[in-house]
């Protein structure tokens, strides 16, 4: 294909994802309520030992400005459109990269979408359940004399990028394992350089964690450490394989 060509292609991927991402968002507008009464389950765990202006046990928020519970809504919205369309836009992704890849590496890559999909959802998961414990450390650390009082845009934001952020950083060991199967690096070199991963993953986790509290850092650095070994290891049996091929 020409360049001219992939620029096509590029447009036409885009638009498809740009129209997933409008019809999940449409379903988030839908099912708004009982998704935001979900994500204030953290606030509401918080308000259970701290203290919180409203009554934070009914998962209360403040509305200090007339367009807040709109811009919520629509940002809700779009976050939600976002997850749902997460398989159209790893499909589209792999739909464009895939006339560039050998037969072989096509087998392989088909298998990443399943795996990319799931550690998505797990990083989504693992940001829900920790992020009581990021909120009571953020408002413990002034001392006793702040009160949570969030608004409903400021928590949503919060809690959509937070899930955001762990979804995309759980999916470091499947581009580990791309890059791999493509014969970018092989496992000796991630077992020789691991070091400077690890300081690496740190940066990144330290980077693109929305809260900034030591607990999202730890809760998001240390899985990634692990899934850096798990790629390792899948990549010593892809290189076992091309040996045995050779031999």
Same mark, same amino acid.
């Given at each position: 294909?020409?360049?001219?060509?992939?620029?096509?292609?590029? #447009?036409?991927?885009?638009?498809?994802?740009?129209?997933?991402?409008?019809?999940?968002?449409?379903?988030?507008?839908?099912?708004?309520?009982?998704?935001?009464?979900?994500?204030?389950?953290? %606030?509401?765990?918080?308000?259970?030992?701290?203290?919180?202006?409203?009554?934070?046990?009914?998962?209360?928020? $403040? !509305? /200090?400005?007339?367009?807040?519970?709109?811009?919520? &809504?629509?940002? $809700?919205?779009?976050?939600?459109?976002?997850?749902?369309?997460?398989?159209?836009?790893?499909?589209?992704?792999?739909?464009?990269?895939?006339?560039?890849?050998?037969? !072989?590496? #096509? &087998?392989?890559?088909?298998?990443?979408?399943?795996?990319?999909?799931?550690?998505?959802?797990?990083?989504?998961?693992?940001?829900?359940?920790?992020?009581?414990?990021?909120?009571?450390?953020?408002?413990?650390?002034?001392?006793?004399?702040?009160?949570?009082?969030? /608004?409903?845009?400021?928590?949503?934001?919060?809690?959509?990028? %937070?899930?955001?952020?762990?979804?995309?950083?759980?999916?470091?060991?499947?581009?580990?394992?791309?890059?791999?199967?493509?014969?970018?690096? !092989?496992? #000796?070199?991630?077992?020789?350089? +691991?070091?400077? +991963?690890?300081?690496?993953?740190?940066?990144?986790?330290?980077?693109?964690?929305?809260?900034?509290?030591?607990?999202?850092?730890?809760?998001?650095?240390?899985? %990634?450490?692990?899934?850096?070994?798990?790629?390792?290891?899948?990549?010593?049996?892809?290189? +076992? #394989?091309?040996?045995?091929?050779?031999?």
């Amino acid at each position: 294909m020409t360049l001219m060509e992939h620029l096509v292609e590029l #447009r036409q991927r885009l638009t498809k994802c740009a129209i997933a991402v409008l019809i999940g968002g449409i379903v988030g507008w839908i099912i708004f309520p009982d998704v935001f009464h979900f994500l204030l389950q953290p %606030m509401v765990e918080l308000c259970k030992h701290s203290s919180c202006l409203l009554n934070g046990h009914a998962g209360n928020v $403040l !509305n /200090t400005d007339p367009l807040d519970p709109l811009v919520t &809504r629509v940002k $809700l919205s779009a976050f939600i459109g976002i997850a749902l369309a997460m398989p159209v836009l790893l499909w589209q992704i792999w739909r464009f990269v895939a006339p560039g890849l050998y037969s !072989n590496e #096509r &087998r392989y890559a088909m298998a990443f979408i399943g795996p990319a999909l799931l550690l998505f959802v797990g990083g989504a998961a693992v940001a829900y359940e920790i992020l009581p414990y990021s909120l009571d450390w953020l408002q413990s650390i002034g001392g006793s004399n702040f009160t949570a009082a969030y /608004t409903a845009d400021k928590f949503t934001t919060l809690v959509g990028w %937070m899930m955001l952020a762990f979804g995309a950083a759980f999916q470091f060991p499947v581009i580990l394992v791309a890059l791999e199967v493509m014969g970018v690096v !092989n496992s #000796r070199q991630l077992r020789h350089q +691991w070091r400077y +991963w690890v300081a690496g993953i740190a940066v990144v986790a330290g980077v693109i964690t929305p809260s900034g509290d030591p607990i999202s850092f730890l809760f998001m650095a240390v899985p %990634m450490v692990f899934l850096y070994g798990v790629a390792i290891l899948i990549g010593m049996v892809i290189d +076992w #394989r091309r040996r045995r091929a050779a031999a």
